[in-house]
């Protein structure tokens, strides 16, 4: 699965840039119709009719239900992610953690994803999920431990890119899978890392 908003058809010919307005509408459409229908209910077809714009317009900008799918979840609104830990470390831990599991939980991510990872193969394209998501989220960690690790709350050899792919894949299984509340999840995964962050069992 590739992450970058490059496609096995190529780059989108240069020409007129998107219509903002039109865009927009696009991914607005679409994430209605992932919380009304679910990830089958979105088509071409219903997404235009929905926008208010041809379907040969969102053929052009999205080569694949998958692709649209995607930049509707993960790029059309900007989420911000934490980027001050005053302390103490579970505070902090719980600040990170509550924000991947509220922005999972909601009704169209949880229906988008669900329909990718039963759809999408190897060379799909998922445009705004590097960009908007998990680089965001990584640099966030990223901070956390770093104002920690100078508190001397935090062990120094903790790899921010593999916890981030740990914890986004934790969060998205527990609530597709078992379908645990957020809140759960989010004490569950702050009393782990926290643990796992202290070092407390040692190394």
Known sequence: MTQEHSTARGPRPAGRPRDLERHRAVLTSTRAIL???GYPGVTFAEVARSAGVTRQLVYRWWPTKAALVSEAMFAAEATTWPSTFPGPLDHDVRTW???MV???ARPDVRAGVRGLLAEIGTSDTLPGLSKHLITPIRHSLDALL???????EAHPDIDPVLTTETVTG???MHLLLDRAEPAVITSHLTQLL???FAGTGGS
């Open 170 to 172: 934790a969060i998205t």
């Open 35 to 37: 919380v009304a229908d």
């Open 102 to 104: 509220t922005h999972a």
């Open 146 to 152: 770093t104002a920690a690790q100078a508190r001397g």
């Open 194 to 196: 926290t643990w796992a």
């Open 97 to 99: 953690v509550d924000a």
